[in-house]
């Protein structure tokens, strides 16, 4: 397992097709590795919290 001392988080809104589309990046600074991206075009769906459960559980 890699050893991770900064992880950077995002979320950037995009709008297609007139819809607003939320994506959200998981980025591990020290290793330079992207860890997990997800989009959503429902904010409910998709937020911090879920990335952090979902994308990370397999990083730590």
């Known amino acids: ?3 991770r001392k900064l992880i950077a988080m995002d979320e950037t809104i995009i709008k297609t097709n007139g819809k607003k589309c939320y994506v959200y990046v998981a980025y591990d600074l020290s290793n330079n590795e992207l860890l997990c ?16 459960e979902e994308g990370f559980e397999n990083f730590f």
């Open 37 to 52: 991206m997800k989009g959503s075009c429902n904010t409910e769906y998709c937020n911090n919290s879920c990335l952090c």
């Open 1 to 3: 397992m890699k050893h």
